[in-house]
C-alpha cells in the first residue's frame, strides 16, 4: 500500500474509532447515588487537600483532578473512559433517542455553516429555514470564519426544550440576511438510517448504531418491507460501533426459533447472565444475511454472532472490530461519569470476541485497524492474523468457528482497490467530492425539488455531464485534472458525486440506494439469497 493510500486508511480509521469508543456497550445503568456511597476517603484525596491549601502557588485542583481521572482510567483496558460532565449529554445522546436542538443538518464549508437538510416537522422547518441557507449568526453575534468546528455549532445550536435561539441566515438569491427565532425542541435520533427494497422480495435495512430506540425503529422497517413484498432481509451493519445490548438482543431474537442461546455475559463482580430467544420472533424463517466489516463493534458483534453461532443467516463482508467488553456507566457526584468494563460476552458457542490487548497500551489497541490494512488482511481472507493457537468452537450445526478477535464472516469480501488513484485519493482526502455535490446542489435546487425518488435521481443525473462539470471544480482547487488516473476512477467518482447529490436533495432514502448500487459486499449477499 502506498503512503497516499495508507492517508486515506487512516481519515477513515481515525473518523470511525471514535465511534466505535463513544459506541461502547452498556449492559445496566447506574444511578450517581449508588456509586458515592463506594467512594471512601484516600491518599489522593490528601494530597489535593494538601497542595490546595499549602502549595507555594495557587494552581487549578480541578484541572488536575480531571487529568488524573483521565490518566487512571486509561490505565486500565481501552473501553473504560472517564467522561467530563461538560461532554456527558453530547456523549450520551449519541445513543438517546433524541436530544434537544433545532432540527437541521449541517456541514462546515467555506468557514461557513451549511444547512444541508431540515428535519420535517422541527423547530426550524416550522419557521422556514431550507436546506441550502448559510447560518452566519447566532444570538445576534457573527458565526462564520475558520475558528467554528462542528462541535462549537451543536453548543450554539442544542439547548433546552423551550430555549429560543436567534439566527442569522443567508439565503441564495436574496442579499440581505433573514432573522428567525427558533424554539428548540426534541429531535429524534434515528439509528435505522434506510430500510428500502433493494431487489423484488429482498429488503435492505442499515442500522448505523444500537440505540434506544433501534429495536422499535427495526420492527417498523420490517413491517414496512413486508408490505411491500419484502419475503428475505439483508442487515447492514458495517461500520455500525455498537450501543445497547438490550437492542440487539431484541433484533436477534426477531429471527431465532424458541430456546437458542443470543450472547452470555460475565465478570469478576457481575454474575452471567444469559439471553435466549423466545420464538416469538416475526422472520423466524426467512432468509437473511447480515453485513459487517472492520468498524462493526461489540453489539454489532453480539448480532452478527448470534446470527452465525446459531446458523441461522450468512455473514459477509470482513473481519469484525472484536469489542466483547461490558460497560457499567457510573455517574459520578460532579455530574461526569465512568465507563467502567465490568465483563465480558461470549457468543452462543462460547467464544469470546474480544480481541487482544494489553492493560494501559490503548494507543497500540486503536491502532489494529491500521495494523490490518498495512498487513493486508482488508485485501485478503489469507492475511487475517488471529490469536496464535484460537480456540475453536462449534455453532448450532457443526461449523468450526474461531474465538479471539473479531467475526470472521462467512464470506470474505476484499476491500476493492482497482480504482485507486492518486488523483481519486486527493479529491476523497480534501472533501472536494462532497464539496461538489453541495455546491451542484445549491445551484440546481428548483430542479431537484420535482424528484422524488432515488430512482428518478438516477436517471436526471445519468443525463448530465457530472464528472466534466467536477473536474473543472477540482481544478479550481489545485488539483490538476490526469486522464488516466481519472478514466480509472471514473466510475467510483461518478458514483460517489450522485449519491452525494442525492443525500443533499432526498436524504438518506436517496444516498444509500446509489452508494450501495455496485457494493460488491451487497452484490454478494444478494447472490447469497438467490441461493436455496
Excluded at 467475526?407 to 476523497?428: A, C, M, Q
Aim: charged content about 25%; some cysteine.
Amino acid at each position: 500500500m502506498n503512503k497516499k493510500n495508507l492517508l486515506l486508511v487512516l481519515i477513515i480509521f481515525l473518523a470511525l474509532i471514535s465511534g466505535v469508543l463513544l459506541g461502547n456497550l452498556l449492559a445496566r445503568r447506574a444511578n450517581g447515588s449508588g456509586f458515592s456511597r463506594i467512594l471512601s476517603h484516600s491518599k489522593v484525596d490528601d494530597l489535593l487537600s494538601i497542595i490546595k491549601s499549602q502549595y507555594v502557588d495557587t494552581v487549578n485542583v480541578k484541572e488536575m483532578t480531571e487529568e488524573l481521572m483521565t490518566d487512571v482510567t486509561s490505565k486500565l483496558d481501552p473501553h473504560t473512559v472517564y467522561i467530563p460532565a461538560t461532554d456527558l449529554e453530547n456523549v450520551n445522546s449519541e445513543l438517546e433517542g433524541s436530544f434537544s436542538g433545532i432540527g437541521v443538518q449541517f456541514n462546515i464549508q467555506s468557514d461557513t455553516i451549511m444547512i444541508v437538510s431540515v428535519i420535517r416537522g422541527g423547530p426550524s422547518d416550522k419557521v422556514g429555514l431550507i436546506a441550502g441557507d448559510r447560518i452566519v449568526r447566532v444570538n445576534d453575534s457573527v458565526f462564520v470564519g475558520k475558528k467554528i468546528t462542528n462541535e462549537k455549532v451543536m453548543k450554539k445550536l442544542r439547548g433546552k426544550p423551550g430555549s429560543i435561539v436567534k439566527l442569522g441566515v443567508k439565503r441564495h438569491g436574496t442579499r440581505e440576511i433573514l432573522h428567525y427565532s427558533i424554539t428548540r425542541g426534541e429531535i429524534p435520533v434515528n439509528s435505522v438510517d434506510i430500510a428500502y427494497m433493494i431487489e423484488p422480495q429482498v429488503g435492505f435495512i442499515k442500522v448505523s448504531k444500537f440505540a434506544q430506540t433501534t429495536y422499535t425503529e427495526f420492527l417498523n422497517a420490517i413491517a414496512t418491507l413486508r408490505n411491500q413484498g419484502a419475503k428475505k432481509y439483508i442487515i447492514d451493519l458495517r461500520e455500525n460501533s455498537g450501543g445497547f445490548m438490550d437492542q440487539a438482543i431484541n433484533m436477534v431474537n426477531e429471527f431465532l426459533p424458541a430456546g437458542r442461546m443470543i450472547v452470555y455475559s460475565k465478570g469478576k463482580s457481575y454474575p452471567r447472565s444469559e439471553a435466549h430467544s423466545d420464538g416469538k420472533g416475526s422472520c423466524i424463517n426467512v432468509p437473511m444475511v447480515v453485513l459487517i466489516d472492520e468498524f462493526s463493534a461489540s453489539a454489532s458483534e453480539i448480532f452478527s454472532g448470534a446470527i452465525q453461532d446459531n446458523d441461522r443467516g450468512m455473514i459477509v463482508g470482513r473481519r469484525s472490530f472484536g469489542k466483547g467488553l461490558v460497560q457499567q456507566q457510573l455517574t459520578l457526584p460532579d455530574g461526569s461519569a465512568i465507563r467502567l468494563t465490568v465483563a465480558r460476552y461470549y457468543t452462543p458457542s462460547g467464544r469470546s470476541i474480544q480481541k487482544p490487548y494489553t492493560i494501559g497500551k490503548s494507543q497500540d489497541y486503536e491502532m489494529d485497524i491500521v495494523h490490518r490494512y498495512l498487513h493486508g488482511e482488508i485485501d485478503n481472507k489469507d492475511s487475517i492474523h488471529l490469536k496464535k493457537n484460537a480456540p475453536k468452537y462449534k455453532t448450532f450445526g457443526g461449523r468450526t468457528v474461531y474465538g479471539g478477535g473479531g467475526i470472521t464472516p462467512d464470506i470474505f469480501i476484499p476491500r476493492d482497490t482497482s480504482e485507486y488513484t492518486p488523483y481519486l485519493n486527493k479529491v476523497i482526502n480534501y472533501g472536494y467530492l462532497y464539496q461538489y455535490a453541495f455546491q451542484y446542489t445549491d445551484k440546481n435546487r428548483e430542479k431537484l425539488k420535482s424528484i422524488k425518488t432515488w430512482k428518478q435521481m438516477d436517471n436526471y443525473l445519468d443525463g448530465q455531464d457530472l464528472l466534466s462539470d467536477f473536474i473543472r471544480f477540482a481544478t479550481t482547487k489545485g488539483v490538476a485534472a490526469n486522464p488516466k488516473q481519472i478514466n480509472i476512477s471514473k466510475r467510483f467518482l461518478l458514483s460517489q458525486i450522485k449519491a452525494y447529490i442525492s443525500r443533499n436533495s432526498l436524504g438518506d432514502s436517496g444516498f444509500y440506494p446509489l452508494l450501495y448500487k455496485d457494493d460488491k459486499t451487497v452484490k454478494s449477499a444478494l447472490q447469497s439469497l438467490s441461493k436455496k
